[in-house]
């Protein structure tokens, strides 16, 4: 077996286990206050600076993997998690927590550079067939990572009522099992037939010069930004609506493993979704993300009924997972459509770098509208602005992104898969 071929088989099984903390993400503050008795000031404040982290990290990260290659990479990154747990379930204070977090942020630094990267450069193909490959596995991937979270989603909240160690124990276990998973990968360089400059590694100020050169890079990643930091707000509010509701944590554990399913099945069926709607796709796909926060906001602001308005919200909600679903496979698939193996790591390290310091202004809008506001006209607000903001990249996009091959100039083409 060709170890191209080795990689590809490999991949959905090790990311659907790597994607993120299963068992322990659901359950992480109530360990942190509960079991290791740190106050929920300095819990919160260490979220809020993990973007912060993640943006310190970004850097460094895509030097390492460049350094090291994408399978150590993705080993190293393993690695960092497995301490970084390690660390939690030893951590007393704030600065433990501050340099747990960091050392996490590094982890999904690399994580989040190495393994698309190992995918994108595993799939020999031409581009066009290479697009739906990369497409159809990552959907696969992420659809198994859903199905996995909704079921972890149920059970975490039981365990943890055993022992609060328990989830955290089996994360540590998960970590361990995808740590060696990625010692089976194999590192792969793209096959061209044509032998130039594009099979060296780009710099990081050679891709970043070329990002913001190339108008289709350009608005592909401000578009991914954007849509990232509108969906780490959105997982935050919408747990705060259904708190201000009176939803219990039972039922509202139920309702996220059912949103986590639609997630799993819509980044499963991404082809059916792009087929039908092909360069409208990620139009339908900022709209929807925006409106269901609008739609959400507005039912709980006039309560006409509580059965109505959960009725309202669950729909909403459900929309709005399965954009996520097909926010997690499409755009890490357009993104590597024109990135050989020479520049995309630095185009993924752009990427998550980006959209961490979005997620941040993001973020901080977000909760000064919470200071002001009740969280449903918060939502209304913020929607409405992420709507807004949404409609403007669009129309920047329109002739940018989604061209036939020969309405791209050389530049746009330059690193584009030559086989």
Do not use: W
């Not at 060709?2 to 099984?13: G, R």
């Not at 992420?142 to 365990?159: D, E, H, M, N, T």
């Not at 010692?183 to 594009?198: H, L, M, P």
């Amino acid at each position: 077996m060709k170890k191209e071929d080795k990689n590809l088989k490999l991949y959905p099984k090790y990311r659907q286990l790597s994607m993120d903390f299963l068992f322990f993400y659901t359950i992480n503050v109530l360990f942190l206050t509960q079991v290791k008795h740190i106050n929920m000031s300095a819990v919160l404040l260490v979220d809020t600076f993990y973007a912060l982290f993640v943006i310190m990290c970004t850097v460094p990260a895509s030097i390492i993997v460049g350094k090291i290659g994408r399978k150590k990479g993705m080993i190293l990154g393993n690695l960092c998690n497995i301490i970084y747990l390690i660390l939690v379930m030893n951590s007393t204070n704030l600065l433990q927590l501050i340099l747990a977090e960091i050392t996490c942020a590094l982890a999904f630094g690399l994580k989040d550079i190495a393994e698309p990267s190992i995918l994108n450069a595993s799939i020999n193909y031409s581009n066009e067939e290479k697009s739906n490959i990369f497409a159809k596995i990552q959907g696969k991937a992420v659809s198994g990572y859903y199905v996995l979270s909704a079921i972890s989603l149920i059970l975490s909240g039981f365990l943890y009522e055993i022992n609060g160690y328990i989830p955290i124990s089996l994360t540590l276990t998960i970590v361990i099992i995808t740590l060696i998973i990625s010692t089976r990968f194999q590192d792969v360089k793209e096959i061209s037939k044509v032998e130039d400059e594009n099979n060296l590694e780009v710099s990081l100020k050679e891709a970043i010069k070329f990002a913001f050169s190339s108008k289709r890079c350009k608005s592909l990643l401000i578009f991914s930004a954007v849509c990232y930091s509108i969906i780490t707000v959105l997982g935050t509010y919408e747990i705060s609506l259904l708190e201000d509701l009176g939803v219990s944590s039972k039922y509202i554990g139920i309702m996220f493993a059912i949103l986590n399913i639609v997630s799993s099945i819509s980044s499963k069926k991404q082809n059916i979704f792009q087929n039908k709607f092909k360069n409208r796709t990620l139009t339908i796909l900022g709209i929807l993300l925006s409106l269901s926060c609008v739609c959400a906001g507005i039912a709980t602001y006039f309560k006409i009924n509580i059965l109505f308005v959960l009725t309202i919200i669950l729909i909403m909600y459900m929309i709005k997972y399965a954009m996520v679903g097909l926010y997690n496979v499409l755009l890490i698939k357009y993104l590597s459509n024109f990135t050989n193996s020479s520049i995309d790591t630095r185009i993924f390290a752009i990427n998550n770098f980006l959209s961490s310091v979005l997620s941040v202004i993001f973020g901080l809008f977000a909760s000064c509208l919470l200071n002001v506001m009740e969280i449903s006209m918060a939502m209304i607000m913020f929607g409405t602005i992420s709507l807004l903001i949404i409609i403007f990249i669009l129309l920047y996009m329109r002739k940018r992104v989604g061209l036939e091959p020969k309405q791209y100039s050389e530049l746009e083409l330059k690193y584009e898969v030559k086989l």
